[in-house]
């Protein structure tokens, strides 16, 4: 793969020892480019004709949107097994999407065994084990608890894994890292559950469980749960889509998919982890030594750009607006750097504000293409101090056959023909 | 002058007001909605099986009986041999837990015997899970241990022989972020 040692010629280095490109600069030429275009997009729109939906009226009312026909491409990849046809994941196409809210109906998913339709005047909320009494809770009790809702991400465990293989793999930007979605989720925090259950002093885990055929479940520290974890009810404003959980999930902020139990009907407090398959056998990280990393709840500290990547062309040389993705377990984002010269220079992008905790952040910036070959980048920080790491680094540390938690630099080369690629 | 420290007076005491909203807004009271429910009823429905045996029902299987139940059960994905299809390799790992090709099988990675048993019996098979007896799982639980080269061909596996099963890879994790 074609790569340019000099990046972009359009922004040479500012001088000797300046490692930054100069960001104003960089958005006042872009500016003054885009006006151009826009006014080109203006002549095209008065020659197009008459237009039939000015002279006809217009569908009726619909009881619940959709989005438009001409957008139907944009939807969920799906990676199923083959032999059980609901065990697998779909992708959220971040490629296709803007903005920080990932639409209810392109929400990531992995499902174990299916997606069960529950019928909520059935479903109940158990709250057992090491408490002074186990208690059981209806959907309709549990909407009239105190919520809070806050935006957050959730990112499977197994996000991105094919970071790991020996070959940039060519699938679109969402078809790799989108096993990751955000949304706004409203729910009860389960420290009232807990309270009113009343636990035991020596308990320190909490196993959930789906109400999913095979009844998935997972050990979740005591603290985290009582920190900051919800019952969760409503996503985007309306109560859970069925493949999110309905008529309850878990939401456990900045940790790990998999913790997130979908269709939660059981919580057993408990002294130990309970050591379920999944997480022993599954989302723990093999070593270079042998040894397993396990109970890795936080991700970490990750972006991407979406826009321009895989499978995207430059029409020409012209000004284009790197747009993209940043999110950190750990917090807040603080600051994403782009590098269209493989990592040799960063300029900081524009994050969209607010950049929310555990949450999806928007970074922007404009660039103009010359036409020459370029690697653009994208770079992560957040207010923990965590740094997305290049993908040596990463490898260099976990090696890799760990399969889980990837969340090296992404790189993507634009040829001098504009066709994206990815690339290492 | 005195609308002036008015305003002054207003301001301090907006500030203190809205100084108290966060920790008053921590305590709003919940109501009280759950139905008490016996020790035997629906929390002793739970599967949750616990390294140390806690969980695991009255029962016991044999490495003999469990190999039919595989090959009807389990075989169509993991192979008759339980090394792997459609689904994972659970036997017969060859490539240890250091090479960069490891086989992460039950022999080779799991670290306790008894999760086997807490995922058959609630999620195998796949097709219509939960339906196997306890007997059943503890025999599937035994042919796949045997199959691994961890228990004799003529081995019973029950609660109490379960939870003695010392997996080779016990030691095999660091637990990054347990409390």
């Known amino acids: 793969m074609a790569r340019n040692p000099n990046g972009n010629a359009d922004q040479p280095p500012v001088g000797a020892g300046e490692e930054r490109l100069d960001r104003r600069r960089f958005l006042k030429q872009g500016a003054a480019l885009a006006g151009a275009t826009a006014a080109a997009g203006a002549t095209a729109a008065q020659s197009g004709g008459d237009l039939p939906w000015l002279h006809v009226p217009g569908q009726p009312f619909s009881a619940y949107g959709q989005p438009s026909s001409h957008e139907r491409y944009t939807a969920r990849r799906i990676g199923a097994n083959r032999a059980v046809a609901g065990n697998g994941v779909s992708f959220t196409p971040l490629e296709d999407l803007d903005g920080t809210i990932t639409p209810n109906g392109l929400h990531f998913e992995r499902h174990h065994n299916g997606v069960p339709q529950i019928d909520p005047a059935q479903h109940r909320l158990v709250v057992h084990g090491r408490v002074r009494q186990a208690l059981s809770f209806d959907v309709k009790s549990l909407l009239r608890y105190p919520m809070r809702s806050q935006m957050l991400f959730i990112e499977c465990g197994g996000n991105s894994n094919a970071g790991w293989h020996a070959e940039p793999i060519q699938r679109p930007a969402g078809s790799v890292h989108g096993l990751v979605s955000c949304a706004e989720w409203t729910g009860v925090p389960l420290s009232f559950l807990l309270d009113e259950a009343g636990v035991d002093q020596e308990a320190s885990w909490v196993i959930a469980e789906g109400a999913d055929a095979g009844a998935m479940n997972m050990s979740i520290p005591l603290g985290k749960m009582r920190e900051d974890c919800l019952i969760g009810l409503y996503q985007n404003g309306e109560r859970l889509r069925p493949e999110n959980g309905y008529p309850m999930r878990l939401i456990v902020p900045g940790w790990e998919g998999v913790l997130h139990v979908k269709w939660l009907q059981r919580l057993e407090v408990a002294d130990q982890p309970v050591m379920s398959r999944n997480e022993t056998s599954k989302y723990t990280e093999l070593l270079p030594s042998g040894k397993a990393r396990q109970f890795t709840f936080t991700m970490d500290c990750k972006s991407l750009i979406t826009s321009p990547s895989h499978g995207q062309t430059l029409r020409q040389p012209d000004v284009y607006q790197i747009s993209g993705l940043a999110w950190s377990g750990h917090g807040r984002i603080t600051r994403v750097e782009v590098s269209v010269d493989n990592g040799r220079q960063w300029t900081d992008a524009v994050l969209q504000s607010p950049a929310l905790p555990r949450c999806f952040t928007r970074f922007r910036l404009p660039w103009r293409w010359d036409g020459k070959p370029a690697v653009l980048k994208s770079r992560a920080t957040d207010e923990a101090g965590n740094m997305q790491p290049e993908r040596a680094a990463l490898i260099a540390e976990r090696g890799r056959a760990g399969y889980f938690h990837y969340h090296a630099i992404v790189a993507w080369a634009v040829e001098d023909d504009g066709l994206v690629s990815h690339t290492y | ?179």
Not at chain 2, 16 to 31: D, F, I, S
Not at chain 2, 85 to 114: M, N, V
Not at chain 2, 130 to 138: H, I, K, P, R
């Open chain 2, 1 to 179: 002058m005195d609308w002036f420290r008015i305003l002054i007076s207003a301001a301090v005491a907006t500030t203190l007001l809205n100084g108290c909203a966060a920790p008053l807004a921590q305590r709003v009271e919940a109501p009280k909605l759950g139905v008490p429910v016996a020790a035997d009823g629906l929390a002793a429905q739970t599967l949750n099986v616990f390294p140390d045996g806690r969980g695991l029902p009255p029962g016991q299987g044999s490495v003999k009986e469990g190999a039919p139940l595989f090959l009807r059960h389990c075989a169509a994905c993991h192979g008759r041999d339980g090394r792997g299809g459609t689904a994972e390799e659970l036997t017969g790992a060859s490539r240890p837990l250091d090479h960069p090709a490891a086989d992460k099988t039950i022999g080779s990675y799991w670290p306790f015997a008894t999760t086997l048993f807490d995922f058959i019996r609630r999620a195998k098979p796949m097709t219509a899970p939960g339906t196997l007896n306890a007997d059943e799982v503890y025999a599937l639980s035994a042919w796949l241990l045997h199959a691994n080269g961890l228990i004799a061909a003529d081995a019973v596996m029950d609660a109490a022989r379960l939870a003695a099963v010392r997996m080779p890879n016990r030691e095999g994790f660091i637990r990054v972020e347990a409390p």
